[in-house]
């Protein structure tokens, strides 16, 4: 029987993160990111978790996207991992704030070199005319930056500090084993939950 009782959540998070890297045909650090506009309307979309501090989870974006001016204006976001393989799920829910820039130019700078034009080709969420007109901005940015594209700067990251965090496993007859993770004065509390 699952049972993580005293454990820190986060070391929990890295043990299932390389099962499922073990196990997940694509993309095991997908994690579907849940914001709010200021008007109360969810939004929801998948991202990938790209590391961790000891208190926060890290994805990178564009800062002038939807999910970005959601996140800058409440200050709040939830995370779900699904890992079908492993019928494992992992919930998170707390504040964010950006990533400094030493560490995200850390890691756009660790980022193959497409995936770095890209950030400068892409005006994320912005109406876009054709794919040829993505296609020469791809052309006319790698012309620019023909070796080492510096990070843009409407481009980075931000952390998730998390002050609850869900752990779930399938169960049979949908009697599913879950437990949650408060954070309380500093200090990480679990409790089973009926599934």
Known sequence: MFDPTGENPFDLLD????????????????????SVSEDGFPSVRMVLMKGRDDEAVHFYTNFTSRKSGELDATGKAAMCFHWKSLRRQIRLVGKVERIDDATADDY????????????????QSSPLESRQVLADRVEEFSAEYPENPPRPPYW??????????EFWIDGESRLHDRF????????????????
């Open 15 to 34: 043990q299932w993160m390389a099962d499922a890297t073990a196990s997940e045909i694509n993309d095991p650090n997908a994690v579907a990111l849940a």
């Open 108 to 123: 756009y700078n660790s980022r193959p070199y497409g995936s770095r034009i890209g950030a400068w080709a892409s005006d």
């Open 156 to 165: 980075g990251g931000f952390r998730l500090i998390p002050h609850e965090i």
């Open 180 to 195: 949650r993770f408060t954070l309380n004065n500093g200090e990480w509390a679990s409790s089973r939950l009926y599934p």
